[in-house]
């Protein structure tokens, strides 16, 4: 750059290959460059070409002379005759042995070009004419409303087009038609989504195992965990390093009420890996809280192992958090699957799926507790994507199915605790003995992975029969998830109701309660 910051300085070949010979590094005595300083214009020439559309500045100097380059626009090249040759006085004649450019060489500016008419030289060939359009087609009505369907395709020639494209500026029935075939064609391709389909990787690992059986499966009821965690890290994969403090506000019901904390990515991920490690521990893993947690925390309850977890660390979780998540889970599904070697997979309760895993105040199968891992997973990973402005899907229908069973298995029992807590507004009505049929609402989910259940009403023992069916709900099952979830509050829920209006209130806020931190 020269010190003016609104020009380019082009490249200077005196600078790129120093100094000659002679020690001259082509520089003036006043530091610029040979060429810079022969350039043939002065500083107010450089001065007045302020806005490119202003007219020609007048390009004098203050005593009123021109310049040598207002002389050569306006004279010509050479002499001030504008004939293009230097007169004997003149400076760029080559008796002072001038070189081009410089006082005392050749013009800058080039010479004209002859004519070709003053070189006695036969004058070129004139181009050939354009050929002429083809007519245009002349077909009756009945052929151009049969090229219709073609024309909508864009399947025509380019006469049959021009010759339908005309037919349709007059006759208003045909126009009619080809607008509603258009509109047809674009139905057959419609849009499709550049995110990937959330079955692709089951499809794909299915493939590959079809070919090649796994010598060690991972279980059924453990895929899901798997599949949802794979997808997460995916996401994670995708954000960049300021995402990782993006605000998430993780939501849940609490005695019937709404709860949120506040938090970001990867402090939602700090969450999950310090649940799992309630899984982990019963696996005999390592715990990921380690030995020292705090007095005040529980460490039985997953909203205790949470707080423990964000007030041992320094700093605020950082995107160094997904490393140890990512590999606890790896361990996690490795060491159910080796557990479980020999047994086919799907089988729970066969091998370590029939472990407990305690949550505090209750306790899950480890078949069921991978499943409620994760559908925590899918959840919070929904809001990691809600917060970045990320897409994401539903889990496949499959793992989506068995999500919902297991929130469906526990609506029995979080009813009784319901009751005992004196939440529940209608009390049981008709107890009956454990295995016995008893009073029952029909939960029908729709949709992806849904499916219909039997909820008894008022004892956990008994058996759901539609003999004794008093109301019916249905709902989607994305919907049922994120009540489920607390994501949706029980009045919110959009669900066709029938039947016992409390026994249906109770069911949906017993649904809503199954949702925790």
Known sequence: MNGRPDRFEAFDEHEAH??????????DGHGRGALEAHDGRDDQEEASEG????????????AGHRTDAGAAAHDGPGSPAGDGSAGPGDPGSPEHGGAAGQPGGPPRIPLPRSSVEDTGLPLPDPAPAPAPAPAPLVLDHRVLKSLLGAWALAACSAEETVAVEEHLGDCGSCADEALRLREAVGLLHPPESLDLDPTLRTRVLESCLDRRPPRIP???????????????????????????????????????RPVSRRTTVAGVIAHLLSVDGLVATALGLEDPLGPAVPESADPATPEGRTEAYWRASHFPPTRAVRLPWREQSHHLVRTVSFAVEGASAGEAGT?????????????????????????????????????????????????????????ARMLPAT????????LSEAPA????????????????I???????????????????????????VALDGVEFCRLAAGHVSPQEAAAGQDGDREA??????????????
């Open 351 to 407: 091998g370590s799926g029939g472990l407990t895993v305690a949550y505090g105040g209750f306790g899950l199968p480890l078949s069921d507790a991978m499943l409620d891992r994760a559908f925590e997973c899918w959840v919070h990973a929904g809001d990691i994507a809600e917060a970045v402005d990320y897409p994401y899907e539903p889990p496949a229908p499959r793992h989506l199915h068995k999500m919902i069973d297991l929130a």
């Open 429 to 444: 009505r008709h107890l009956v003995a454990a295995g016995a049929p008893g009073r029952s609402l029909r939960l029908e």
């Open 51 to 62: 806005s490119p559309w202003e007219d020609a500045p007048d390009e004098r100097t203050d």
């Open 415 to 422: 009813l009784a605790g319901r009751r005992r807590a004196g």
């Open 218 to 256: 991972v279980p059924g009821w453990a895929a899901p965990y798997d599949a949802e965690t794979a997808r997460l890290d995916a996401l994670l994969q995708d954000i960049g390093g300021a995402e990782w403090h993006a605000p998430v506000r993780l939501r849940w019901f609490a005695a019937d």
């Open 18 to 27: 120093g100094p000659d010979a002679h020690g001259h590094d082509g520089r």
């Open 446 to 472: 729709e949709g992806s992975g849904g499916g219909e259940w039997m909820i008894p009403l008022d004892s956990p023992g008994a058996v759901g029969s539609a003999e004794r069916e008093v109301a019916h």
């Open 504 to 517: 249906i209130r109770d069911v949906l806020f017993a649904a809503a309660s199954l949702s925790r931190m």
